[in-house]
């Protein structure tokens, strides 16, 4: 049984939500406030959270941070926030989804199980990946650059598997955006965008000149060993 934590103020759709995961097999714990959430999340560890921007005490944004602080729980983030900018920064931030509301129940539970899935353990064990640069333990999830271990979230683990099933290869932005967030997101390469730049800036010695995680423009991404 998977537990997923619910942050929103909005009560009547927290009780919606709680009724519908909860029918569906899924343990379910709520927060009205960034605050409440982030102590839930601490005492609990869902397998996944959902969060509103628009909470009273602090934006949705300093729960996403929170979260990414300690843990590698996917995070999906809900928002009446329909701009890009707020988009780019609620998945600059660590959030694996972005929702905006109005939206369907069943759209939203296609995204928890996409995200959920995301954040499974492999079901096969992967090789070790090694550049001049960073090594990544695939079957483990670490990777290491010089210094040491570096932090990745499920999303970034899961566009690197992709590109590590094919080293050297052109995988385009369609394969990625459908292998990592499902057939309904082959447009929104925004999400690459965001999430290769945390890529680059994890473990590229220069993010601004890279060497092994390339952009080939309008077409795809690249890993070279």
């Not at 990946?129 to 970034?156: I, S």
Request: proline fraction near 8%; charge should be negative.
């Amino acid at each position: 049984m998977s537990r997923i934590l619910l942050v929103d103020d909005d009560e009547p759709l927290l009780r919606a939500l709680r009724i519908n995961l909860t029918a569906r097999g899924y343990q379910v714990d709520t927060a009205g406030t960034a605050t409440g959430g982030l102590i839930s999340a601490g005492n609990h560890h869902p397998d996944l959270a959902i969060v509103d921007l628009g909470l009273p005490d602090l934006d949705g944004i300093e729960v996403v941070k929170g979260l990414r602080a300690w843990s590698d729980v996917p995070i999906i983030v809900l928002s009446a926030r329909h701009t890009e900018p707020a988009k780019v920064a609620a998945l600059d931030a660590g959030a694996d989804d972005y929702v905006t509301k109005p939206f369907g129940v069943d759209e939203l539970l296609a995204r928890i199980r996409a995200a959920l899935r995301r954040g499974a353990p492999p079901a096969a064990p992967a090789p070790i990946v090694t550049t001049d640069a960073f090594v990544l333990d695939l079957t483990a999830k670490r990777a290491t650059v010089p210094t040491g271990e570096v932090h990745l979230t499920p999303t970034e683990w899961h566009l690197l598997e992709v590109l590590a099933r094919s080293p050297g290869t052109l995988v385009e932005h369609r394969q990625l955006l459908r292998e990592v967030w499902g057939p309904r997101y082959e447009t929104e390469t925004n999400y690459l965008r965001v999430h290769f730049a945390n890529l680059r800036r994890k473990l590229e010695p220069d993010p601004a000149n890279p060497r092994h995680l390339l952009t080939h423009p309008g077409l795809g991404y690249r890993l070279e060993l």
